[in-house]
């Protein structure tokens, strides 16, 4: 028998305690993108084997994917208004679970479009997920406790991701390697079954992952949560709330930077294990991983560490900080490959781990609730730049080489710590909190 569903609050909280099951299923969710996410840096190096690309053509691995964020992120806000704070995470779940399934006729035809359009459906089914877990998970109790609640559910995200990289590299990567000059001189049909076989290796986990997820949905279909405020806006007061946004500065500036952070990240993660083979002549792809994953740890360390800061410093200042280390870690890995440039960019990922937040925080401060909805969908939206970016990187990287590439997130984080200085000057010049 389920328990009776809890009362609303006038402000849409649950009333009474924090419902721990229900709570628990959609934190987990955080963990299931955090998956989806990274094994794309896995992908992007599986795939350039697999099928022989150039970094151009590996990057659109992340392409397809941020172009889903992009496409989805403001109909996955209409229709959470629309059905639920339920509904839309039981849609995003089945398209996240039907995406990873494609992979099997995916590999089974050795076809780098298919895969590409199952990546797509996946992040579909991602942007629904982001858009209606981040505020249900806040609504699933007390308001008293909803800042707490959101950032247990955030620190899975990163235990996601590393156990994304740590599924690749234990059951996608096979550890055989060939140069451009051996694969030359296979036969054809050897060449083949090699390409094949490594096409092949993504089916099985792609197949657990996308049955796990479905039999995900179905336990949160069957389970019962507390109901929680859910208004619709009308559409003339929505195009109102928009015209508003696209005229507020500081939120075009928070678009901005986290289009670029973004791109830079993705990017960054992306090109990590072709980075560590190129610079680090006869490293394997399953090695090379291994930094993917230390990248990741120091992801989280940051999570602390920045929150630790913030207690003392303004959010402006510590991103600000935070993005020039970035600017000074890139150049190490332009113009010091090899060693130096690897541990450059795993330790880039401690300062990269506030910059989503802080950014997003600042890009909807002192909005009311309407603003601040569709400010978190725009600011969603600006996750296209890890596909406009991470491109823009392999084709850098195909021309002038993967080492001095890294100068494109170099750029990037110069952007973020512009960002950042403006708001810093509003801060002290008395203009915001």
């Not at 359009?117 to 089914?125: E, K, Q, W, Y």
């Not at 929680?228 to 696209?246: D, I, M």
């Not at 399953?286 to 930094?291: H, P, T, V, Y």
């Not at 781990?353 to 969908?377: H, N, Q, W």
Request: some cysteine; proline content about 4%.
């Amino acid at each position: 028998m389920h328990p009776p569903a809890a009362s609303t609050t006038a402000s849409g909280h649950s009333s009474g305690a924090t419902p721990l099951f229900p709570l628990a299923l959609i934190v987990s969710l955080f963990f299931l993108w955090g998956v989806a996410n990274n094994l794309n840096d896995v992908l992007v190096a599986q795939f350039k084997k697999a099928f022989t690309l150039s970094d151009f053509q590996a990057a659109l691995v992340q392409s397809a994917f941020y172009l889903g964020y992009f496409i989805v992120a403001l109909p996955a806000g209409a229709f959470m208004r629309r059905y639920g704070y339920k509904s839309a995470v039981l849609f995003g779940l089945c398209l996240y679970g039907v995406g990873a399934l494609l992979f099997w006729p995916a590999a089974a035809y050795a076809t780098y479009a298919m895969f590409l359009a199952a990546l797509f459906v996946i992040a579909c089914g991602l942007a629904f997920l982001e858009t209606s877990a981040n505020p249900y998970v806040t609504l699933l109790g007390p308001a008293s406790s909803a800042a707490s609640r959101l950032n247990l559910a955030q620190a899975f995200n990163p235990l996601g991701s590393i156990t994304g990289v740590l599924i690749g590299q234990q059951f996608i990567f096979t550890g055989v390697e060939h140069t451009p000059q051996e694969l030359a001189a296979m036969g054809a049909g050897a060449r083949d079954a090699f390409m094949k076989s490594e096409a092949a290796a993504v089916q099985l986990p792609y197949l657990v992952i996308g049955l796990g997820v479905l039999a995900w949905a179905l336990v949160i279909l069957v389970t019962r949560f507390p109901s929680v405020a859910n208004r619709e806006e009308g559409e003339p007061a929505a195009h109102g709330v928009l015209k508003r946004l696209l005229r507020d500065g500081r939120l075009l500036g928070a678009i901005a930077a986290q289009f670029f952070y973004v791109g830079a990240q993705v990017a960054v993660f992306s090109h990590m294990i072709r980075y560590t083979q190129a610079t680090v002549p006869g490293t394997t792809a399953k090695e090379a991983a291994g930094f993917v994953t230390a990248g990741l740890v120091c992801f989280m360390a940051g999570r602390f560490a920045g929150a630790g800061l913030m207690k003392h410093l303004k959010a402006s200042r510590v991103l600000a900080l935070f993005a020039l280390a970035n600017v000074l870690l890139m150049a190490v890995a332009a113009f010091m490959p090899g060693r130096p440039g690897i541990y450059a960019l795993v330790a880039s990922s401690f300062f990269m781990s506030v910059m989503y937040p802080t950014i997003f925080a600042l890009g909807v401060e002192g909005k009311g609730d309407d603003e601040r909805k569709f400010a978190a969908a725009l600011l969603v939206m600006a996750i296209i730049g890890g596909a406009v970016l991470t491109a823009a990187m392999g084709v850098a990287s195909d021309r002038v080489g993967i080492a001095h590439s890294m100068l494109v997130p170099a750029v990037c984080f110069i952007a973020i710590f512009l960002f950042a200085q403006q708001h810093w000057q509003r801060v002290t010049a008395g203009v915001t909190a």
